[in-house]
């Protein structure tokens, strides 16, 4: 049955759904052979950056507010197998059933976005629709079978993927800074991570050369400097531990 397979593989690509996107980055690896600065000028192309920046900080603000709320054992990173103690339908999830995924592709978005080659955009979001439905698939069909008629009902009147701002309920537990830096240190440095680096390529393949950018460098060291941090943290203290998160 048609079901069974897209709950198959969408359980498949789930268990790598951290690592398997990074192939991505082969593609933009290839659109950068195109890459120009537009216009002949630097003003347009420090505008984009902000613009695509922007646009994956986003993305980031919205995992922070959805992983802020939650308790433990729910919006993980585990890729071993789906769990949920509770099912989550208040704060991000009251209006929107996938908040985390929606994040996830604000981010990609934007990255997508800085080589200004319109196809790499379209691939993405074709890419993403293709992947992240049968995982979304997987995952709310398990949630069914745990939790079914209030997961019924959550589901039939919460929009899998364009928030609905009208549904907002308050958050069922307060906002904790400590459980959003624990788990998303990582994706903060991904993100400047990713922009430090197309930025010396386009340095590098219209110049010839790397010519490092002193607000760039300085983002990349900040960021460096709070993943050392917080994976220190995590690691060998308890300080980012919040009891029930």
Same mark, same amino acid.
């Given at each position: 049955?048609?079901?069974?397979?897209?709950?198959?593989?969408?359980?498949?690509?789930?268990?790598?759904?951290?690592?398997?996107?990074?192939?991505?980055?082969?593609?933009?690896?290839?659109?950068?052979?195109?890459?120009?600065?537009?216009?002949?000028?630097?003003?347009?192309?420090?505008?984009?950056?902000?613009?695509?920046?922007?646009?994956?900080?986003?993305?980031?603000?919205?995992?922070?507010?959805?992983? #802020?709320?939650?308790?433990?054992?729910?919006?993980?990173?585990?890729?071993?197998?789906?769990?949920?103690?509770?099912?989550?339908?208040?704060?991000?999830?009251?209006?929107?059933?996938?908040?985390?995924?929606? #994040?996830?592709?604000?981010?990609?978005?934007?990255?997508?976005?800085?080589?200004?080659?319109?196809?790499?955009?379209?691939?993405?979001?074709?890419?993403?629709?293709?992947?992240?439905?049968?995982?979304?698939?997987?995952?709310?069909?398990?949630?069914?079978?745990?939790?079914?008629?209030?997961?019924?009902?959550?589901?039939?009147?919460?929009?899998?993927?364009?928030?609905?701002?009208?549904?907002?309920?308050?958050?069922?537990?307060?906002?904790?800074?400590?459980?959003?830096?624990?788990?998303?240190?990582?994706?903060?440095?991904?993100?400047?991570?990713?922009?430090?680096?197309?930025?010396?390529?386009?340095?590098?393949?219209?110049?010839?050369?790397?010519?490092?950018?002193?607000?760039?460098?300085?983002?990349?060291?900040?960021?460096?400097?709070?993943?050392?941090?917080?994976?220190?943290?995590?690691?060998?203290?308890?300080?980012?531990?919040?009891?029930?998160?």
């Amino acid at each position: 049955m048609l079901g069974t397979h897209l709950e198959k593989s969408g359980n498949w690509l789930f268990t790598r759904r951290s690592y398997l996107p990074i192939i991505f980055v082969v593609v933009i690896l290839i659109a950068w052979q195109d890459f120009r600065f537009p216009y002949g000028s630097h003003t347009p192309d420090r505008l984009w950056d902000v613009f695509c920046l922007t646009i994956s900080l986003s993305g980031l603000a919205v995992r922070i507010a959805t992983v #802020g709320h939650v308790p433990k054992s729910t919006s993980g990173r585990n890729s071993k197998k789906q769990k949920a103690n509770i099912l989550n339908t208040t704060g991000m999830y009251s209006v929107v059933r996938n908040p985390l995924y929606l #994040g996830n592709l604000l981010t990609w978005f934007g990255i997508s976005l800085f080589p200004r080659i319109w196809w790499l955009s379209i691939i993405l979001l074709q890419a993403f629709w293709l992947y992240y439905e049968r995982i979304i698939f997987a995952e709310e069909q398990f949630l069914k079978r745990k939790f079914g008629q209030e997961f019924t009902d959550w589901d039939r009147q919460t929009p899998a993927f364009l928030p609905k701002l009208s549904s907002w309920k308050a958050p069922a537990l307060p906002f904790s800074l400590r459980t959003a830096l624990k788990r998303e240190y990582s994706t903060l440095f991904f993100i400047i991570f990713c922009f430090t680096a197309m930025k010396e390529a386009a340095s590098l393949l219209t110049t010839g050369s790397l010519e490092w950018n002193p607000l760039w460098l300085i983002l990349f060291l900040i960021g460096l400097g709070q993943y050392v941090l917080f994976i220190t943290l995590k690691k060998h203290t308890k300080l980012l531990n919040v009891p029930g998160r």
